[in-house]
């Protein structure tokens, strides 16, 4: 498993969150430990099928976790624990994000502009091809790739 800023291995927390998740009928969608300033935060990002994540769903699983966690001893420096929902723009970060999102609109930013001179790409997501190449739609159905080496995020795409 991956190790995030701290030292800490994300995936033993990321066990104990998701099968407290799944008993509450809500989803694990991304789990992140990360420093602000002087601060340590662990990131609880929750979705539920058919979205609608709550405060409640949000508050419930904060109170579920936090003993586990605590427990099992993780984390040796004090962190503020944080849950919340993805947000209509949410990050696909994960191989089981663009399996959920396929058919959706994304949004990618690049890390450099593209041959036409643009840097954010909006088109219908088809999927993830081998976890290398991001599949899209644009307007007129016609299918295209590009190098997931050469995004720097991915976006649900909400027009406002």
């Avoid at 409640?56 to 099992?72: H, M």
């Avoid at 290398?132 to 720097?152: C, N």
Wanted: aromatic residues 6%; proline residues 4%.
């Amino acid at each position: 498993m991956a190790k995030s800023k701290g030292g800490i291995t994300v995936g033993k927390i990321a066990g104990i969150v998701e099968a407290i998740a799944e008993e509450q009928g809500l989803i694990l969608w991304d789990l992140r430990y990360e420093k602000e300033g002087a601060s340590w935060y662990l990131r609880i990002i929750i979705d539920k099928e058919g979205g609608g994540v709550s405060l409640d769903d949000c508050e419930r699983l904060s109170r579920a976790v936090d003993g586990p966690i605590e427990e099992a001893n993780p984390i040796e420096q004090q962190y503020f624990l944080e849950v919340s929902s993805p947000g209509l723009e949410r990050e696909l970060t994960k191989p089981s994000h663009y399996e959920m999102m396929a058919g959706r609109e994304v949004s990618l930013t690049l890390f450099r502009p593209a041959e036409n001179g643009e840097k954010e790409i909006i088109a219908t997501l088809i999927g993830l091809s081998q976890e290398k190449t991001i599949v899209l739609s644009d307007l007129d159905g016609v299918q295209f790739e590009v190098p997931k080496k050469d995004v720097a995020v991915v976006r649900l795409y909400e027009e406002i």
